[in-house]
């Protein structure tokens, strides 16, 4: 079992130290115009503990769009109140391509690869939209309640630019639908869906909102929302398709359950010890953070805290 170092501040100082050359590489979102002016030199990390420590380094208490970040909580909320049900509406292999394609669709008759891709993430909503009658309502609930920060939200103005340029991720619902795999009406999760994306919180927000996926799915006040068994899946899927088309190279370099968004976020969890979140809105090719992966590379390397 790894044990983090008494000095955590030391340690995310030297971790900041050693990839301060790779902020600002990369390119920041821009296919969702909010996000584009976003400034690409930023750079936050946080790490909460199991036994209730809160660290953080650089711009770890900037709120920044948790975009497909939002899809762990998502999922996790879906499976907590719902159970085993999702699996019949979508799969948990690794897709090996775009989070927004459209290709495995149509061989794989509307049911998307996994929770985590855009296509996956819509059937996801459409069920928590079901079982809750306010699918984003739910989410923000679940992370307020974890944060106490009742001022947690939805940032409209990305939310708006992100459903004025989602004819891909409408494609993607129609295309489920057609198929039969979507209860509600598409336009209804749509903006259910953008919502989340647009939840705006910071890396210490986000990673002291996930340590139930560090304690075997409890939360802070001891309710479980996850069985144990339940929180090991939500970490696996996280492990194999958490960096979509990038996952092999990310569990390589990192080795932990991490799951990626497009506003540069990144929230990893060692199983039993921590969650960590890294921010800096560079981007790669598959869309994620390229000093985010390199911190995190850093993190688990300096603490031996790779699940492998
Ligand atoms: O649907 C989209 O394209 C965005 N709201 C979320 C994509 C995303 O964050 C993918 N992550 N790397």
Request: hydrophobic share 45%; aromatic share 6%.
């Given at each position: ?96 391509g775009p989070f ?101 919180m910071s890396c ?105």
């Open positions: 079992m790894p044990q983090l170092p008494a000095d955590l501040p030391e340690l995310l100082e030297q971790v900041r130290a050693d990839v301060a050359g790779r902020v600002g590489a990369g390119k920041v979102a821009d296919y969702i115009p909010a996000l584009a002016s976003v400034p690409g030199d930023r750079f936050g990390m946080a790490v909460a503990t199991v036994d209730g420590r809160l660290h953080g380094v650089g711009d770890w208490r900037e709120r920044f769009s948790i975009q497909s970040i939002s899809k762990v909580f998502g999922l996790a909320l879906t499976l907590g109140l719902d159970g085993d049900l999702l699996w019949q509406r979508v799969g948990r292999e690794p897709s090996g927004n394609s459209l290709v495995q669709l149509e061989h794989e008759k509307g049911v998307p690869r996994n929770p985590f891709i855009n296509a996956g993430a819509l059937v996801v909503t459409d069920r928590l939209l079901s079982v809750t009658g306010d699918a984003t309502g739910a989410v923000l609930e679940l992370l307020r309640g974890e944060t106490g920060e009742p001022g947690l939200g939805v940032d409209s103005l990305v939310a708006e630019s992100e459903a004025a340029h989602g004819d891909l991720n409408a494609a993607l619902g129609y295309f489920i639908s057609a198929h039969g795999n979507m209860d509600n009406p598409v336009r209804s999760v749509l903006a259910h869906y953008f919502r989340q994306c647009a939840i705006s210490g927000e986000l990673a002291w909102a996930a340590l139930f996926l560090a304690r075997h799915g409890s939360l802070h006040d001891g309710r479980r929302l996850l069985s144990e068994v339940q929180a090991k899946r939500v970490n696996a899927v996280m492990l194999t398709c958490g960096a979509y088309d990038a996952a092999g190279e990310f569990a390589y370099r990192v080795g932990l359950p991490g799951k990626s968004g497009v506003g540069g976020g990144i929230l990893a969890v060692v199983p039993r010890l921590c969650t960590v979140c890294v921010w800096s809105p560079g981007l790669d090719e598959q869309g994620n953070s390229i000093a985010g992966v390199a911190a995190l590379e850093r993190f688990a390397d300096l603490t031996g805290s790779s699940v492998f």
